[in-house]
């Protein structure tokens, strides 16, 4: 009859296509692509999702992924496996959890030592934009309003001062 309830339970959405734009930066050259790497880890994905989800809240535009959006000329961000084997190489020795992010005219490089690490990164990255997280929910989340994105610093490599984050009860 049309006036009962709907109640939806593990609701998943997968996204087809954005509609995605350029994205503009302090140095001028916007970023055009967000590039994941080949077989990108349910992690890594979700890396990307969170990325373009909160350049969006940002700026109201969003930087297309390569292979599903549309993509436009400019620097890209380059995701997790993405970086490459040289990047891989670097973080690899590394404490787990490490990561780069990195940046130059052609792309800004966003990866980790495992896939927390890329995700991290990717955090970074956002926090650089002056993105927060300070307690679960959109009540608990900072979002500034931005033309442009701040290009980061070139070489930022994180390597946590101890084994693990975050806290683990024994019972």
């Not at 969006?56 to 292979?67: C, E, H, I, Q, S």
């Not at 997280?133 to 994180?158: A, S, T």
Request: glycine content about 12%; some cysteine; overall charge positive.
């Amino acid at each position: 009859s049309g006036t009962g309830k709907t109640k939806f339970n593990d609701v998943c959405i997968v996204i087809k296509k954005l509609f995605s734009s350029p994205v503009p930066m302090s140095d001028n050259i916007p970023v055009g692509a967000v590039i994941l790497g080949e077989n990108p880890s349910e992690a890594q994905q979700f890396a990307a999702y969170e990325l373009q989800k909160y350049i969006y809240k940002m700026t109201g535009l969003v930087p297309g992924l390569k292979g599903r959006d549309k993509t436009f000329g400019g620097k890209v961000i380059l995701l997790g496996n993405a970086a490459g084997g040289k990047v891989a190489s670097r973080l690899k020795p590394l404490k787990s959890d490490s990561y780069l992010v990195d940046a130059d005219d052609r792309k800004i490089i966003l990866a980790g030592n495992n896939d927390r690490g890329t995700l991290y990164a990717v955090y970074d990255f956002l926090g650089l934009q002056g993105c927060g997280w300070y307690m679960p929910g959109d009540v608990g989340e900072v979002v500034p309003k931005r033309d442009k994105l701040i290009k980061p610093d070139p070489g930022r490599l994180e390597i946590p001062d101890y084994a693990t984050r975050g806290f683990y009860a024994c019972i």
